[in-house]
């Protein structure tokens, strides 16, 4: 069965040092999508591609976060640097349609800064 | 700002009883999705709704979305502990592109 692929599965940081976080979604979605959720509480967008374009990212720190998708396949969101608030469960999603509808989910990668 | 809103947003109930779950906003969305995630897990998807006053069951779960495709619920008949988790509701906006998720309902069902 396909999956949307992430990796680490678990980081654990020092604050200030720089991390970066991979996305592998299902084959043929053109919609990637990264999301941070803090415990208990619903997933936040960061960043939303479509193909290799950026179609919004309003929710990102850009002073700290980038995010890439350069042959509109596999993602990179990267962390430099880590801040003690930036701990939390780091959500790659992909889907099939423009219209993002029925977005599926990797199993994310918990966050902690130390 | 959080478009899509859900209560509530903590629920304990014992094994059996019956629940609903809403999620509720001030857009207009063109589907909706119902979640359901595990602590430590991405979200699983349930459902999608469409259609304004569309209903679909899953098994024990009932899935409605309101007339005017802003407002969605979600009822668990006779709930099993198995049913614990966050519940989410999720979906983009009518006119834009993002997608975005509710606040979330924390299920507890004590066996």
């Known amino acids: 069965e396909a999956e949307v692929a992430q990796s680490p599965r678990y980081k654990i940081t020092e604050k200030s040092q720089a991390v970066a976080f991979w996305c592998d979604p299902i084959?043929?979605?053109?919609?990637l999508y990264w999301y941070r959720q803090i415990l208990g509480q619903g997933p936040e967008l960061l960043v939303q591609?479509?193909?290799?374009?950026?179609?919004?990212d309003s929710q990102l720190p850009k002073d700290r976060f980038s995010a890439e998708r350069l042959k509109g396949v596999d993602s990179t969101l990267k962390i430099q640097p880590a801040e003690l608030g930036d701990s939390a469960m780091y959500l790659c999603?992909?889907?099939?349609?423009?219209?993002?509808?029925?977005?599926?989910f990797g199993q994310g990668t918990r966050l902690t800064v130390v | 700002t959080q478009l899509l809103e859900q209560s509530p947003q903590f629920l304990s109930i014992q094994e059996g009883e019956n629940l609903t779950v809403y999620c509720n906003s001030s857009?207009?969305?063109?589907?909706l999705q119902w979640y359901r995630q595990e602590p430590g897990e991405g979200p699983v998807l349930l459902v999608t709704?469409?259609?304004?006053?569309e209903v679909k069951k899953l098994k024990r779960l009932t899935f409605q979305f309101g007339d005017a495709r802003k407002d969605s619920s979600l009822h668990i008949t006779a709930a099993q502990p198995g049913d614990t988790g966050l519940y989410l509701c999720?979906?983009?906006?009518?006119?834009?592109?993002?997608?975005?998720f509710g606040t979330g309902t924390r299920l507890k069902v004590l066996a």
């Open positions: 999603a992909s889907s099939d349609r423009y219209l993002n509808t029925e977005a599926f």
């Open positions: 084959s043929g979605h053109a919609t």
């Open positions: 591609f479509q193909d290799e374009s950026v179609v919004d």
């Open positions: 857009s207009v969305f063109s589907s």
């Open positions: 709704v469409v259609t304004g006053g």
């Open positions: 999720a979906g983009a906006t009518s006119g834009t592109y993002k997608y975005i």
